[in-house]
């Protein structure tokens, strides 16, 4: 089992969020999410199925538009060429580009955005696609393609990386591995990561610090120890402070 | 962070890829070579027999063109294409970004929506180019029979092709933009084809105004290339038409933009298309490529005419169905609207067909006025109209030695069938096996 860090990290963070709203016709589906992402770590955005987790992530990367809020960096609020400067996002349940082969997306990714080809290798080893380079995107299986889309994510320029669901797919070694993957590629000099991960023993096993999400609306922020504590001050103080039994007492 | 600069290049190749991994494509390129053998096969045959072949009597194709009598029938194949085949590999083309999410990760590249749009306009166009390759080879089995070509008439039938083939794929690619599923994109583009088709048929039921708007639905744009006739009204709509149709693509593939924000700067874009539209409308010049000039009266009669200074009304009592009047409209007026900006012409008429008019004495009647002088004919030939014409200004008529004794060509298509039904789609077959192996 991969350690969670216990680092410290800038207090300033890289980029805010800060009261986002999304609306589906009645429905709001992110009700005035505010959270703030520090600069080296590796957030989790902690919620069940159907809290609002992809919402929130659509919006973060520019794929939906925001009905009220704004995202920040240094706070002020970020121009869409600037956020696109900032984060790079990996949506969940995508098959990019199923005609072509692996390495023909990794080419093209890294060309487009002009991300670090010197990582290249190691991220493709990382994620053992070595064997796989000729094969296509739409051949692929579930996991298979989850890792290729988490290295085309690595490979990026951009210092935040903002992936939906990086999990969903892999099997309980997978997940492990990759968890400590992206581990090491995080932290003050490196990586910035956003995860949203439904899964709350996945989240333990890799994020700093947690955002906890349900029905659209932000219940806590903060490092375990912090959410304890947040629990315990609204009178729902939780016995053996595990990442699930506090998500149980906020939400 | 500073993203590089190049990413175009990147997209560009990528469009490509994309393209040639669409069966749409290839299905597209596959049809092609039968679609324009079985239009070429047939032209040459025709013209063949008209020109004496099996013992048909000589003479009868020495006023034949190559234009009208292969040329416009052996590229009638491409308006097929650009119909019913193209939109829909830009569809594919639009709508497989969305549909796998690779547009999700393209749009975060810090590129302009024109810009991506651009890219796949020039893949189009590429595609659009070599499936030219097609008729091309007609005209090269043409001038191997000995057939004439008079480049620029051929040039503009291209030209033409090229300009339809640009609104087809831009009309496939915005709506493959504004909807959801490719499915309801292909339904929207057949709509808007069969509206364009509609328009015609009112046109020549009811005239007027429709036969105007109906001067600019893509088939009648084609069909004036199809004469070597090239008028700048045209070209400028049609370029209104594509770049219109493009920019409602890249407005509506941006997922991050408000629907709503998205509707104003369609609304935008309609209004900006409608302001280059209706003044283009009006732009006068045109160029007449085809070899025996048949959207011009003779030079000598030109210069003759160009003489009257003065306005000439001409006003038709011929109902919009009625076959004199679209004779007399296709073989005189347009024309004359060429040579003399200062002509007014208007149409009468209280039926659509004119049937039940015959009875009407004045039907049929056709008057020309001048300088306050009136006079009436019945006559639809143009030589009936240059004479009442220049009787009218007091012209003498000019002698036209000027005939066009055309190019006939007695020779079946030799090999034509092995190219288009053989050749054609084994080098298609060979380009696919190649490409995926290759992969």
Not at chain 2, 20 to 37: I, Q
Not at chain 2, 180 to 197: D, F, N, Q, R
Not at chain 2, 249 to 263: D, K, N, P, S, T
Request: with cysteine; proline share 5%; net charge neutral.
């Amino acid at each position: 089992m991969v350690e969670a860090r216990t680092a410290d990290y800038p207090s300033f963070p890289l980029m805010s969020i800060n009261n986002l709203t999304k609306r589906y016709g009645f429905v709001t589906a992110a009700d005035h999410v505010s959270f703030s992402i520090r600069e080296g770590e590796i957030l989790g955005l902690i919620g069940p199925n159907g809290s609002g987790k992809t919402t929130v992530f659509e919006c973060i990367g520019g794929v939906a538009p925001l009905d009220e809020g704004a995202i920040l960096g240094n706070g002020k609020p970020l121009t869409a060429p600037e956020r696109n400067s900032i984060l790079f996002y990996l949506p969940d349940a995508i098959t990019p580009w199923p005609a072509q082969s692996i390495g023909w997306a990794l080419d093209f990714m890294l060309g487009l955005f002009g991300g670090d080809g010197t990582l290249s290798r190691e991220v493709v080893d990382c994620f053992e696609l070595s064997g796989l380079m000729h094969r296509r995107m739409g051949e692929l299986s579930k996991g298979q393609r989850k890792r290729v889309l988490l290295a085309i994510g690595l490979l990026m320029p951009q210092p935040l990386f903002v992936a939906d669901e990086p999990f969903e797919g892999l099997d309980l070694r997978q997940t492990r591995e990759i968890a400590g993957t992206l581990r090491s590629f995080a932290g003050p000099g490196k990586r910035t990561m956003l995860l949203s991960i439904h899964q709350i023993s996945d989240a333990a096993r890799v994020c700093d610090r947690f955002v906890l999400l349900s029905e659209g609306k932000v219940r806590g922020e903060g490092t375990l120890a912090e959410l304890s504590e947040l629990a315990a001050s609204r009178g729902r103080a939780v016995k053996e402070p595990s990442l699930e039994e506090v998500f149980l007492a906020l939400t | 962070m500073r993203l590089r600069s190049s990413g175009f290049w990147w997209l560009l190749s990528k469009e490509w890829a994309e393209l040639l991994s669409s069966w749409v494509w290839w299905v597209f390129l596959l049809l092609m070579g039968p679609l324009v053998g079985v239009s070429f096969v047939s032209a040459v045959h025709t013209y063949a027999e008209a020109s004496g072949l099996h013992g048909t009597s000589a003479g009868v194709g020495e006023a034949f063109s190559p234009l009208v009598g292969i040329w416009a029938p052996t590229f009638s194949a491409c308006e097929v294409a650009a119909v019913f085949l193209l939109p829909f590999v830009a569809i594919r083309l639009m709508a497989g970004d969305r549909q796998s999410g690779a547009l999700k990760l393209e749009l975060q590249h810090p590129m302009s929506a024109f810009t991506r749009i651009a890219a796949k306009a020039l893949v189009l166009l590429a595609g659009w180019l070599i499936a030219l390759l097609a008729p091309m080879m007609a005209v090269v089995l043409w001038k191997s029979y000995g057939g004439s070509i008079y480049a620029p008439e051929v040039a503009t039938v291209i030209l033409g092709h090229v300009l339809n083939a640009g609104i087809a794929a831009a009309l496939g690619c915005a709506t493959a933009s504004i909807a959801e599923h490719p499915a309801t994109a292909a339904i929207l583009t057949l709509t808007v084809t069969v509206g364009s088709w509609i328009v015609t048929f009112i046109a020549a039921v009811h005239g007027g105004f429709w036969e105007q708007i109906d001067d600019y639905t893509p088939t009648l744009m084609v069909a004036e290339f199809q004469h070597g006739l090239i008028r700048l009204d045209v070209l400028l709509i049609a370029a209104a038409f594509i770049l219109a149709g493009f920019a409602l693509a890249a407005i509506w593939m941006r997922l991050g933009v408000a629907v709503r924000r998205r509707v104003y700067e369609s609304v935008i874009v309609a209004v900006i298309a409608i302001i280059v539209i209706f003044p283009s409308a009006f732009a006068r010049p045109t160029w007449d490529m085809s070899e025996n000039r048949m959207n011009s009266f003779s030079r000598d009669d030109e210069q003759a005419l160009s003489r009257i200074r003065s306005p000439l009304r001409i006003e038709v009592h011929l109902a919009p169905e009625d076959p004199r009047r679209v004779d007399l409209e296709n073989r005189t007026l347009a024309k004359l609207r060429r040579v003399m900006p200062r002509v007014h012409i208007e149409y009468v008429s209280a039926t659509s067909i004119g049937l039940f008019e015959q009875a009407n004495p004045g039907y049929g009647e056709i008057w020309y006025e001048l300088e306050g002088h009136r006079t009436m004919t019945r006559a639809v030939t143009p030589e009936a109209a240059l004479d009442t014409i220049y009787g009218l200004a007091g012209i003498t008529p000019p002698s036209n030695d000027e005939t066009f004794r055309g190019h006939p060509l007695a020779v079946p298509p030799w090999g034509a069938t092995i190219v288009f039904y053989g050749v054609w789609p084994l080098a298609v077959a060979v380009w696919f096996i190649t490409e995926r192996r290759l992969r």
